[in-house]
C-alpha cells in the first residue's frame, strides 16, 4: 500500500501538481515529519489522509492506493474551465479591460471571464514572479456573474483541502471556485479593509492559502490569518508584509458542481 501510495505522490510531483513532499504536506494541512512518517508506513494510512490527498489530485485513485484493483488514475471528466462554455454560446462579447478580464451579456446578466490559475488556492507557487501571471503555460479561463464592468487585476482559483470548510454555505469547500481581485501592493501601506472583503488568497514563500485575514498589524506590518475550520491543526498565524509576495482578496465564489448521488 505505501509503495503504490508512494508512486502516485512521484507522479504528482513530475505532473507538477506539488514540487515536493513538503509542499504536499502543506496543501493537504499536515506537519511535514508526520506526513513523512504516513509515507514510510510508520503510521496507518486512513481514509481521512486518502481524502485529503484526493482534494489535492482528484485524479489519483484513492481504492488503487488501498487495493492495488484499479487503475492509479481515474478517468479524467470533463472540466468547467473554459469560458464562454457551450451553454453561453449566445453571449454578447462587450469590452475588456487593460489587466485580460473579458466582459459577456445575456440577456440581462453581465459576465466577465478571467484566467483560472492552475495552481489550486492550497497549491504551489511554481511562478518565479511575484505575481501570477499566465506567462509559461496556457491557462484556462472562468466565468463568473458580476454586476459591473470594473478594472483591475482579477483571477480565479480552485479551492483544495478542508481548512477554511465549516460545513456552512458561507464556508469554502474544495471544489469551490473563486474570483478573486489583486490588492496592488501600493495599498499595503494603508490600513487594508479587511472586514469589507475578509477573505484573502495570500502568497508567501512558495505557498497559495485561501485564509481569512483578522488583523493588520501597522506597527509591526504584519498581517495575521485565520482558518474557518476549527480543527486545532489550523492555527492563526501572522506573517510580515515583507515576506508576501501577493494578496487577492475575494470578490465572490461559486459553489462546485454537484453529481447526483451525492450530497
Same mark, same amino acid.
Given at each position: 500500500?505505501? !509503495?503504490?501510495?508512494?508512486?502516485?505522490?512521484?507522479?504528482?510531483? /513530475?505532473?507538477n501538481? @506539488?514540487s515536493?513532499?513538503?509542499?504536499?504536506?502543506?496543501?493537504?494541512?499536515y506537519?511535514?515529519?508526520?506526513?513523512?512518517?504516513?509515507?514510510?508506513?510508520?503510521?496507518?494510512?486512513?481514509?481521512?489522509?486518502?481524502s485529503?490527498?484526493?482534494?489535492?489530485?482528484?485524479?489519483?485513485? +484513492?481504492?488503487?492506493?488501498?487495493?492495488?484493483?484499479?487503475?492509479?488514475?481515474?478517468?479524467?471528466?470533463?472540466?468547467?474551465? @473554459?469560458?464562454?462554455?457551450?451553454?453561453?454560446?449566445?453571449?454578447?462579447?462587450?469590452?475588456?479591460?487593460?489587466?485580460?478580464?473579458?466582459?459577456?451579456?445575456?440577456?440581462?446578466?453581465?459576465?466577465?471571464?478571467?484566467?483560472?490559475?492552475?495552481?489550486a488556492?492550497?497549491?504551489?507557487?511554481?511562478? !518565479?514572479?511575484?505575481?501570477?501571471?499566465?506567462?509559461?503555460? &496556457?491557462?484556462?479561463?472562468?466565468?463568473? %456573474? @458580476?454586476?459591473?464592468?470594473?478594472?483591475?487585476?482579477?483571477?480565479?482559483?480552485e479551492? /483544495?483541502?478542508?481548512?477554511?470548510d465549516?460545513?456552512?454555505? &458561507? +464556508?469554502? %469547500?474544495?471544489? !469551490?471556485?473563486?474570483?478573486?481581485?489583486?490588492? &496592488?501592493?501600493?495599498?499595503?501601506? %494603508?490600513?487594508?479593509?479587511?472586514?469589507?472583503?475578509?477573505?484573502?488568497?495570500?502568497?508567501?514563500?512558495?505557498?497559495?492559502?485561501?485564509?481569512?485575514? @483578522? !488583523?493588520?498589524?501597522?506597527?509591526?506590518?504584519?498581517?495575521?490569518?485565520?482558518?474557518?475550520?476549527?480543527?486545532? %491543526?489550523?492555527?492563526?498565524?501572522?506573517?510580515?508584509?515583507?515576506?508576501?509576495?501577493?494578496?487577492?482578496?475575494?470578490?465572490?465564489?461559486?459553489?462546485?458542481?454537484?453529481?447526483?448521488?451525492?450530497?
Amino acid at each position: 500500500m505505501n !509503495d503504490r501510495l508512494k508512486t502516485a505522490i512521484l507522479w504528482m510531483m /513530475r505532473s507538477n501538481d @506539488v514540487s515536493s513532499q513538503r509542499s504536499l504536506a502543506v496543501m493537504m494541512g499536515y506537519n511535514p515529519s508526520a506526513l513523512s512518517q504516513i509515507i514510510n508506513g510508520h503510521v496507518p494510512l486512513s481514509d481521512k489522509f486518502l481524502s485529503r490527498l484526493a482534494t489535492v489530485e482528484p485524479r489519483v485513485n +484513492s481504492e488503487w492506493i488501498r487495493t492495488g484493483v484499479g487503475e492509479m488514475l481515474l478517468p479524467v471528466k470533463g472540466e468547467n474551465n @473554459v469560458a464562454p462554455d457551450n451553454e453561453n454560446r449566445e453571449m454578447e462579447y462587450l469590452t475588456e479591460n487593460t489587466r485580460g478580464a473579458k466582459f459577456y451579456t445575456h440577456g440581462d446578466q453581465l459576465y466577465m471571464t478571467v484566467k483560472h490559475v492552475p495552481y489550486a488556492a492550497f497549491g504551489q507557487f511554481a511562478n !518565479d514572479s511575484d505575481r501570477l501571471d499566465p506567462i509559461n503555460e &496556457e491557462w484556462g479561463e472562468e466565468t463568473y %456573474e @458580476v454586476d459591473k464592468i470594473v478594472r483591475g487585476h482579477y483571477l480565479s482559483f480552485e479551492v /483544495r483541502g478542508d481548512s477554511m470548510d465549516t460545513g456552512s454555505r &458561507e +464556508s469554502f %469547500e474544495a471544489g !469551490d471556485r473563486i474570483l478573486v481581485r489583486e490588492l &496592488e501592493r501600493e495599498c499595503w501601506r %494603508e490600513p487594508i479593509r479587511f472586514k469589507d472583503h475578509p477573505y484573502f488568497v495570500v502568497v508567501f514563500g512558495s505557498s497559495v492559502l485561501l485564509k481569512e485575514m @483578522v !488583523d493588520h498589524d501597522t506597527a509591526t506590518c504584519t498581517l495575521t490569518f485565520h482558518s474557518l475550520n476549527p480543527s486545532p %491543526e489550523y492555527a492563526d498565524f501572522s506573517v510580515s508584509l515583507n515576506d508576501i509576495r501577493a494578496l487577492y482578496y475575494v470578490i465572490k465564489k461559486k459553489p462546485r458542481q454537484r453529481t447526483l448521488g451525492k450530497l
